[in-house]
């Protein structure tokens, strides 16, 4: 009998490896990295940092392995579900960059404007599909957002590689979790539905449009106000 790639494939699946194992080095690889860079325990905390990130990766598989996890909440079946579309994202984004160039455009020309303009649009996509009690409020919000960044200059504040980046993942990982079938906000989220607040957001939102319109000049409106903040 012939023995393929194929089977081998099968073969590590019936071991637990792309169930268990890999799953455990991602967690395990991430959670290190993040203790590392951040030096919450401190700088030279190697092993401490090595300690905890193993007790967090068991603490995540082992429950998985037992079937203690609710169903829909297992963070493995939604990490399972949202790495390949990540993939997909990278690749999609790489080929997209390679005809950029090919074109012979210079993205960062542009890049200030096409950044805020591709979060808030990422944003409202997910918004729309996610939460749809609130889409005309995020749509007019994204509205008045866009106008006060040309207003303000454009420093790209709204828009930049690791925001879009994290706008995707976190998108790619609720639809994993959630499929978007949700259509109402989580509970400690309920008071965005309310009217009143969404007036009250809107009237600021104008209030500070037509004040960025009248102080435009040399210096941006947050220039000139920044001596009244830092008093």
Partial sequence: MAYN??????????????????????????????????????????NFNMIIALVVALSTIIPHVLGKFPAGKDPIVIIARAIP????????GLCLFILIGLVGIKPENYKDVVYSLLTIILINIFIINAYPSIASFVLITSVYIIILSVLIGGSGLFGTI?????VLVFMVFHWAATGWTQTSLPSWLIWLEEERLQ????????????ISFAVKGKEGPIEKIKPWILK
Avoid at 162 to 166: D, E, S, T, V
């Fill in 5 to 46: 790639f194929a089977d081998f494939v099968r073969s590590l699946e019936s071991w637990g490896v792309t169930d268990v194992l890999l799953p455990f080095i991602l967690i395990f690889v991430f959670v290190f990295a993040i203790l590392q860079k951040s030096h919450i325990l401190g700088k030279d905390k190697k």
């Fill in 162 to 166: 690791p925001i879009i980046a994290g």
């Fill in 85 to 92: 579309n990540i993939a997909l994202l990278l690749v999609v």
């Fill in 199 to 210: 007036g009250l957001v809107i009237i600021l939102l104008t209030f500070f449009t037509i």
